[in-house]
């Protein structure tokens, strides 16, 4: 099993800052065996993507809504993936979820429980 626990969420206004983390643990955890990603949940809508990144941390993925804005990273020293989001407006709020999946895996395995992110105009 893994166990993903995201922090960092909060409340801040538009063109504000914040950097999510989610701490990675699991006996059968491999950093580099390991996709990450961050979707996000809004009120009343289906959870979205927001960003991945390979096991190795060279190549990462962002939704189109985020580019340019939303920057992910992983540390495999410290099983930890970050998520930082700047300029951020409000449709940008949601609960963001961390998960993790086996590189030959077509689905996500592994998910956090969330963490609030709130942006007020």
């Known amino acids: 099993q893994v166990q993903l626990v995201e922090s960092g969420g909060g409340s801040v206004h538009t063109g504000g800052s914040l950097r999510l983390s989610c701490a990675a643990s699991g006996r059968t955890f491999s950093n580099y065996a390991y996709i990450m990603g961050w979707f996000r949940q809004a009120p009343g809508k289906e959870r979205e993507f927001v960003a991945a990144?390979?096991?190795?941390?060279?190549?990462?993925y962002n939704a189109a809504s985020v580019k340019g804005r939303f920057t992910i990273s992983r540390d495999n020293a410290k099983n930890t993936v970050y998520l930082q989001m700047n300029s951020l407006k409000p449709e940008d709020t949601a609960v963001y979820y961390c998960a993790a999946k086996n590189s030959d895996s077509a689905m996500y395995d592994y998910w956090g429980q969330g963490t609030q992110v709130t942006v007020s105009s």
């Open positions: 990144i390979s096991g190795s941390g060279i190549n990462t």
